[in-house]
């Protein structure tokens, strides 16, 4: 009998639900032309969740998470009303650090790649972009300044206002994302970056003697050392010379958004954290797009699903063991694009045959090529 993978779907925000729904759209097309079946459980997150339930992450949703598979994300948060509550009630820290903390999601993947057929919303010159971008940032994520302490904002005996955040790694937590990334660099170019400060932060020096340590494990892997302000130039200057790039919490957060725009659009960057669910390392998994709530356009039908869509495909790969299911719906969502399905954040008016669609549609377009796709696989 056919295992049911148990999924929290957690829409959120915004454009959450809009994007949400076309994911599901396509696991529900994966159903259809497989044998795999889902349990897909909706429950409110962030400010769903506190006008439905009076907090971003009500203890049913958490439970659900608990007693699920893999968690599917949309997005959380709403800068308009985020100022009418107190910093540790908005979503973010109080839904999505919770989430991470909970779960002990450490490993936070983010593919960037550059299809051909969009190489003109890359904001670089064609001769910088080469035969196309494909590179992954593996970023640490429930360490450094973000989670150490202490953490505060205090008052000085003269008046003046002090706040203080502390940067703080463990040679473990540094091993473990070493080795995701080395891991991650066998099944693709053979090549980790390490990202560090190691000039200036003791954390930097700790955070480059345990890697070149991991490294050694991996001798048909090169590895190679760079600080961050360099790294972040590099990726503006010649991006193609990176596979995976390791980094540190803060220095990823930052980079890998970089990174994203050379995709020219959040809307087509999935991402997957991975970590420990209980006492035991495990491959559960939170899967989420890279971009945010978009409250701008949300409702409207204009919000790019790729994202959600390839997070999916994500959650298939890492969490369920999938992989012809998880290319299935990456080689859709190509076919889809080589046909010229383009929502407005990918649009290219002067290609005539560019057809610009909504959300909606291109979640059926992508559905409708998985068929196709896993027929194929299976002649």
């Known amino acids: ?168 790694y463990t040679t473990r937590e540094i091993e473990r994302i070493a080795r995701i990334a080395f891991e991650s660099a066998l099944v693709r170019r053979k090549k980790v970056t390490s990202i560090d400060k190691a000039n200036v932060l003791e954390n930097g020096i700790l955070w480059r003697e345990v890697v070149s340590q991991i490294g050694r494990e991996y001798p048909t892997v090169t590895l190679e050392h760079m600080f961050v302000d360099n790294a972040a130039m590099q990726l503006m200057i010649r991006p193609t010379q990176f596979d995976v790039l390791l980094c540190e919490n803060m220095f990823g957060d930052i980079l890998s958004d970089e990174a994203a725009a050379l995709a020219g659009s959040l809307g087509m960057l999935p991402s997957a954290s991975l970590g420990s669910k209980g006492d035991h390392e495990t491959t559960f998994g939170f899967y989420e797009p890279a971009g945010g709530t978009a409250p701008d356009i949300a409702g409207k039908n204009l919000a790019n699903p790729i994202a959600q869509i390839l997070s999916a495909a994500l959650m298939l790969r890492y969490s369920f063991r999938q992989e012809a299911a998880a290319l299935a719906i990456e080689q859709a969502v190509t076919a889809v694009l080589n046909q010229g399905f383009r929502t407005g954040d990918i649009h290219n008016a002067s290609d005539p045959n560019c057809r610009r669609v909504g959300t909606i549609e291109m979640g059926e377009a992508v559905s409708r090529e998985i068929a196709k796709v896993l027929l194929a696989a299976q002649t």
């Open 1 to 168: 009998m056919n295992s049911i993978y148990r999924v929290a779907v957690l829409a959120g925000d915004g454009i959450g639900p809009e994007v949400m729904r076309e994911a599901i759209r396509v696991l529900r097309a994966v159903e259809a032309a497989s044998t795999l079946r889902f349990q897909l459980t909706e429950a409110p997150v962030g400010w769903a969740a506190i006008d439905a339930k009076g907090e971003a992450l009500p203890a049913e949703t958490l439970n659900l998470c608990r007693q699920s598979d893999a968690i599917l994300f949309g997005s959380v948060g709403l800068p308009d009303r985020d100022p009418s509550i107190s910093k540790e009630r908005r979503p973010e820290r109080a839904a999505l650090l919770r989430i991470r903390r909970e779960f002990g999601l450490y490993a936070n993947l983010r593919p960037v790649q550059l299809p051909l057929a969009l190489a003109h919303i890359c904001p670089l010159r064609p001769e910088r972009q080469g035969a196309g971008l494909d590179l992954l940032v593996v970023r640490e994520l429930t360490g450094g300044m973000y989670f150490g302490q202490p953490k505060l904002t205090e008052t000085l005996p003269d008046g003046q206002r002090r706040a203080i955040d502390t940067m703080v």
